[in-house]
C-alpha cells in the first residue's frame, strides 16, 4: 500500500454500525513493516476514529486521535476495562489469536472503579519502593555478565542476547528473585514463551509454569519478607489476597518485561542507523536520552492496545458507538497526530507523547521511570563496553516483527571489535 492509495476495502456484517464506512482488517502482513502508513490512511479516510477488522474479522474500533485518546482513558465511566463488558464474545473462539490480551482475568488489568484503585495504590506503592539507583547498578551487573557471553565473538544477536533478558532478568530481581541460578533461568525462559511463543512451544503450559513459579514466591515472601516487590504487595495495608498478589504480579512482570525490551531495541537500531546519532552515540548521553524519548513518540513499543469497552451507547469523534463495543488505543497514531503535530515535527524532546496511555489505567507510578532506568543502562552500558558497535546488515534488510500491537525488531545482529575477557 502507498501512503495515497485507497485502502483495502472489506465487506460489512449487516446491521453492525462499527461497518459503517468499510473496516479494515488489523491482521495479516500488510502494514507490519511500516504500520505509520496504515494510520495515516485510516485517518484520511475515517477521521480520529476508524472501524477495524480484528484477527478473524471481528469488528472494533480504533482510536487515532491524541485528543480522542486522551478522552477514552480520561472517561472511565464511559469507557470501561472489563472486557466481559464485550458484545462479541458470541463470535470469538477458545482459539482466537488475541484472547490472551482480551480474555479476562481477576488481574489489575481488568478491575475497574474502588477495586482498580485498590489493586493500582498496591502497586504503586510497592514500585516506589524500588531504589533507582539500586536498580541502576543492578542492571549494570545483568549487562556486563550478557555482554560478556557474546563480547569474545564480535557479532551478536541483541534482540535475544541482550535486549530481552536485561528487563526481564531486572524485573524478577525487583520481584524478590536472584536472577542468576536455574530455577529464575526456568521462569525466565517460560516467561519469554507465554509472551512470545515461537513454533513447537506451548505458551500456555510454560504460563502454567510461570503462575507456579509465582504462586511459590509468594508463600516464601509471606513467610520470610524482604526489600522486594513481592513483599511490599504483600504487607501493604490493603491487605490483598495471595491470589491477588500473583496476579498482579505476574501482570508487572509481563506489562514490564515486553515493551522495555522492544523500547531497548528500536532506540539500538536508531542510533545505529540514523546518522543524527551517528557522531556522538558512544559516551553520548544526550544522545542516548534524544533516542530513547524519540523512540516513544515515533516507534513506540505499545503502538496499539486492547483496549476499553464502551459502557453505554455514545459519541466518539463523530461515531456512533454502542455499548459493548471494543475500542483499541492507538497509541503510536495519537502520538504523531497531525493535529497537535501540524507541521509534521514531533516533538522530540518533550513528554507528552501517550506511550504509558493516560487515565487510571496508566502505565502506573512510576514504572515508566523503572523502565526508563533499565533502557537507559542497557542501551549505555552496551555502547560504553562496545563502542565500535554496528550493524551486521543494512538496515533496510532489520524486520520487524509481525505484530500491529508491540513493535519490534525480528533480531538486530550487530558486530564488533572482540573482546578479549
Ligand atoms: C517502555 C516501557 C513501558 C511501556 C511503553 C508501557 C506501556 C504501558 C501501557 C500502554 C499500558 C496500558 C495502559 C492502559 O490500559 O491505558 C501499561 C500498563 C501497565 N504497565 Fe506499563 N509500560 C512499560 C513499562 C512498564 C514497567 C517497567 C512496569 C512495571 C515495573 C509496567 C507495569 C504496568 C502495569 C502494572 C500496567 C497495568 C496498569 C493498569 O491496568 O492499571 N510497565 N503500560
Redesign the pocket.
Given at each position: 500500500m502507498t501512503d495515497t492509495g485507497p485502502l483495502p476495502p472489506h465487506a460489512a456484517p449487516p446491521g453492525c454500525p462499527a461497518h459503517a464506512g468499510g473496516a479494515v482488517p488489523l491482521a495479516g502482513l500488510e502494514y507490519q513493516q511500516d504500520p505509520s502508513r496504515l494510520y495515516r490512511a485510516l485517518r484520511r479516510e475515517h477521521g480520529a476514529v476508524a472501524p477495524v477488522l480484528l484477527d478473524g474479522d471481528i469488528p472494533a474500533w480504533l482510536v487515532l486521535g491524541y485528543s480522542e485518546v486522551s478522552y477514552v482513558?480520561s472517561h472511565d465511566e464511559l469507557f470501561a476495562?472489563d472486557s466481559r463488558r464485550w458484545n462479541q464474545w458470541e463470535n470469538i473462539p477458545a482459539d482466537w489469536p488475541l484472547l490472551p490480551f482480551v480474555g479476562y482475568q481477576p488481574s489489575?488489568?481488568f478491575t475497574e472503579g474502588d477495586e482498580?484503585r485498590r489493586?493500582?495504590e498496591v502497586?504503586t506503592d510497592a514500585?516506589e519502593g524500588v531504589d533507582q539507583f539500586e536498580l541502576a547498578r543492578e542492571c549494570r551487573q545483568i549487562a556486563d555478565q550478557l555482554i560478556a557471553s557474546f563480547a569474545g565473538s564480535g557479532q551478536a544477536e541483541l534482540m535475544s542476547a541482550y535486549a530481552h533478558a536485561l528487563?526481564m532478568r531486572a524485573?524478577v530481581q525487583?520481584c524478590g528473585m536472584p536472577h542468576t541460578g536455574e530455577d529464575t533461568q526456568r521462569l525466565v525462559e517460560d516467561l519469554q514463551i507465554s509472551l512470545d511463543a515461537n513454533e513447537g512451544q506451548d505458551p500456555v503450559a510454560a504460563y502454567m509454569r510461570v503462575a507456579e513459579r509465582i504462586q511459590q514466591l509468594v508463600k516464601e515472601k509471606r513467610e520470610r519478607p524482604g526489600p522486594d516487590v513481592t513483599s511490599r504487595m504483600l504487607l501493604h495495608p490493603a491487605g490483598l489476597t495471595d491470589e491477588e498478589v500473583v496476579q498482579?504480579l505476574i501482570?508487572?512482570i509481563a506489562?514490564?518485561q515486553q515493551?522495555?525490551a522492544?523500547?531497548i531495541c528500536n532506540t539500538l537500531r536508531l542510533l545505529l542507523t540514523d546518522e543524527r546519532f551517528a557522531l556522538s552515540v558512544s559516551g553520548g548521553r544526550l544522545s542516548v536520552g534524544e533516542a530513547l524519548n524519540e523512540v516513544?513518540w515515533l516507534d513506540?513499543?505499545?503502538q496499539n492496545?486492547i483496549g476499553r469497552w464502551a459502557v453505554r451507547d455514545t459519541q466518539l469523534g463523530g461515531r456512533r458507538i454502542r455499548a459493548g463495543d471494543c475500542v483499541v488505543?492507538g497509541?503510536a497514531a495519537a502520538n504523531t497526530d497531525p493535529q497537535i503535530w501540524p507541521e509534521s515535527y514531533v516533538g522530540a524532546e518533550n513528554a507528552a507523547h501517550l506511550?504509558?496511555?493516560?487515565?487510571?489505567?496508566?502505565?502506573?507510578y512510576p514504572?515508566?521511570l523503572?523502565?526508563d532506568v533499565?533502557?537507559r543502562t542497557a542501551v549505555e552500558n552496551l555502547l560504553e563496553r562496545l563502542p565500535d558497535l554496528v550493524l551486521a546488515v543494512e538496515p533496510e534488510e532489520l524486520t520487524w516483527r509481525p505484530s500491529i500491537w508491540m513493535r519490534g525488531l525480528s533480531a538486530l545482529p550487530v558486530e564488533f571489535t572482540p573482546v578479549v575477557q
Open positions: 482513558t476495562r489489575v488489568l482498580h489493586r493500582s502497586i514500585l528487563p524485573v525487583m498482579d501482570t508487572i506489562a514490564a515493551p522495555t522492544n523500547w516513544l513506540t513499543p505499545t492496545f488505543l497509541l506511550s504509558f496511555s493516560n487515565g487510571e489505567h496508566r502505565c502506573p514504572a515508566p523503572l523502565a533499565m533502557a
